[in-house]
């Protein structure tokens, strides 16, 4: 605004290295928030909803814009996050602690306690498709693909079933919404 002066400390250094808050996630049982904390790099943290001191649950995850990254996403029971870096997905304890490498993938969405909707990568055809992996015996098993990129993953409350939307290469103008059985049958 004209009228309005900045105040004197304000600078565009100041205002660029300011921490950023982003994809907030409350834990299944509504005492936790995990977020993602934009600094130095894009680190997965968690903290009270009554408030308390935020816990860093990743290190060293690569500075990445919000559009571009993906936040951590709770278990159904509460006890892990599921995150993407580097082109993996991986999966920690909620508490913190080493993380482990599941599987080449994005966006991961929990299917239960021991089971991920992952995004994959197709080379052949340049694609994404859907896929349903096992947390500790990662094998993924395609359950949605098309002539695109299949996001936007939505579980059913009883998560047998999984709407998705498909962007078409062919198509551009054409995303379509999509229901698939979400046990893992193969699409």
Known sequence: RPDVRPPTTWRLETVAATHRVR????SPDGTTIAFV?????????????DGGEAVRITTGRPLAAYWEDGGAVWSPDGT???YTQDGVVRVVAATGGLPQAVCAGTSPEWLDDGRLIIGVDREADHTTALAVTAVDDAWPARVASGAGDCFGVALSPDRRRLAHLLFRHGALNCTSAHLVDATGAGA
Do not use: E, G, N, Y
Not at 23 to 26: D, F, N, Q
Not at 37 to 47: A, E, H, K, N, Y
């Open 23 to 26: 994809h907030a996630s409350v």
């Open 37 to 49: 904390l934009d600094d130095d790099c894009s680190d997965v943290w968690t903290v009270p909803v």
């Open 80 to 82: 892990r996050l599921a």
